[in-house]
């Protein structure tokens, strides 16, 4: 069997990972001119997603994700707050459940170790073909192509591939975008940092259609391993910093603006939507570094929609391809190293003889779509809090009625 990858995302590497394990020829292609040449920020992995990779890499791979990731138990809360920084409601996680939380950029340069050999870089997939035989051809903007019996589109949100086999896109912009870079953590921004970021995550709600995540980076100095362990495969750790997000509706960011901005502008502009906020909050917004600075527009999948509207065969697709949901919950990696995986184990099944390829998409797609609606209908409530924040009725009461339910947070808490 040979499978021909599209996408060097999270979803696609670990998916290659598995196959090739499992002595199968697979090969990703890339748009992307290097493993480096990518962008972002944090990602979150659950136990789940965890255990995918602790089984698909070898002890010594999933040591050096273990050494490039902060500790769980300093990150296994997420403190929803006011424009004001003053909480409203806490949601924790199981200290004692695996997590990893590391940069996107070591996690992808990390599981692209052991592949190299089956990585194209700088391959754009633009259509296929399933022949006559069964096979795919693929094609690519460069004018190559490549024949395998299984395609799998793990390209992402507005999956170019997902898109052809559904007819349509499987996803549309939600309305709002994120404005996100790093801080660096040093003595004077480190006394910035609000108190509800020791030991957790902040999401906070502002009045005007925006808000902030934030969380604290910091595999340098803590890491969830320790980094000289790692011998065969050394970590990633990045220098400490502050990662936040300012979440703002499109009517108040137009993406076409934002796009076009550079570093230094983008930072501004945050500082702008931010005018209400807390001086010392702005104050970590100035001290980001304008480099670091980037804008993304959020794209989501209808969860109630059907999720792989096209008949099963060997063209199938996986991830934000087919789920594209916001990073307002943390969710879209763990949630497509999961479809990774029980794809994976179904083309392995039917490379072994015990049901076809047909099949094996086809009971793929459906576990699938048991779990990653969800997944996106939990990463939209933050969304439409904001959104609901934003107009002007909900606003008069939520001048009255924060403070009043963070004044009830502070008494349940003492008590
Ligand atoms: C640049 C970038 C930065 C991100 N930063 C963050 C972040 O900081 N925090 C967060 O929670 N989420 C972030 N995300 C989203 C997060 O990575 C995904 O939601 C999650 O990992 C799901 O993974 P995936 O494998 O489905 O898709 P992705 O990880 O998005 O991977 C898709 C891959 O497909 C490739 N691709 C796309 N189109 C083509 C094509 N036509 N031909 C060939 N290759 C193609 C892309 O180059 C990319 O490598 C980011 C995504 C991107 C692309």
């Excluded at 975008?177 to 995550?201: E, I, N």
């Amino acid at each position: 069997m040979r499978v021909s990858i599209i996408g060097a995302g999270m979803g696609g590497l670990t998916l290659a990972h598995a196959l090739h394990r499992a002595g199968i020829d697979v090969t990703v292609h890339d748009r992307d001119l290097s493993a480096e040449a990518t962008g972002g920020y944090r990602l979150a992995l659950d136990g789940r997603a965890c255990a995918v990779l602790r089984r698909h890499l070898t002890p010594q791979h999933y040591q050096a994700l273990q050494a490039s990731s902060v500790p769980s138990e300093t990150t296994n809360r997420l403190t929803f707050t006011d424009h004001r920084l003053r909480p409203l409601s806490v949601t924790t996680w199981d200290p004692s459940e695996e997590a990893l939380l590391i940069g996107r950029v070591p996690l992808r340069r990390l599981l692209v170790r052991g592949l190299e050999e089956r990585i194209r870089f700088g391959a754009t997939y633009t259509s296929h073909t399933v022949d006559a035989d069964g096979r795919v051809t693929t094609c690519f903007a460069d004018g190559s192509t490549d024949v395998a019996d299984v395609l799998v589109g793990a390209d992402g949100a507005t999956s170019r591939l997902a898109t052809a086999l559904a007819g349509h896109p499987t996803s549309a912009p939600f309305g709002f975008g994120g404005l996100a870079a790093r801080t660096p953590l040093d003595q004077r921004t480190r006394a910035l940092l609000p108190p509800a970021l020791h030991g957790g995550a902040v999401l906070a709600l502002g009045p005007q259609g925006t808000g902030i995540f934030m969380t604290q980076h910091d595999p340098a100095t803590r890491a969830a391993l320790d980094p000289a362990a790692c011998h065969d495969v050394p970590a990633i750790t990045e220098a400490p910093a502050l990662v936040w997000s300012l979440i703002v509706l499109d009517s108040l960011l137009p993406p076409e603006h934002a796009r076009a901005m550079g570093g230094g502008d983008l930072l501004e502009t945050a500082l702008s939507a931010l005018q209400d906020w807390p001086a010392h909050l702005r104050e970590l917004v100035a001290a980001a570094d304008p480099t670091s600075a980037g804008y993304y527009r959020f794209h989501a999948a209808d969860p109630d929609a059907e999720l792989t509207p096209w008949p099963a065969g060997p063209v199938t697709a996986l991830g934000d391809a087919v789920h594209a949901m916001p990073p307002t919950a943390g969710r879209a990696a763990a949630t497509a190293i999961r479809d990774a995986d029980h794809l994976a184990d179904e083309l392995i099944a039917a490379r072994d003889g015990n049901s076809t390829i047909a099949l094996a998409t086809l009971r793929f797609e459906k576990t699938m779509a048991s779990y990653a609606p969800q997944a996106v209908r939990e990463s939209l409530v933050p969304l439409r809090w904001i959104r609901h924040l934003s107009r002007p009725a909900v606003r008069g009461a939520a001048r009255v009625g924060l403070p009043a339910l963070s004044a009830v947070h502070r008494l349940r808490r003492s008590a």
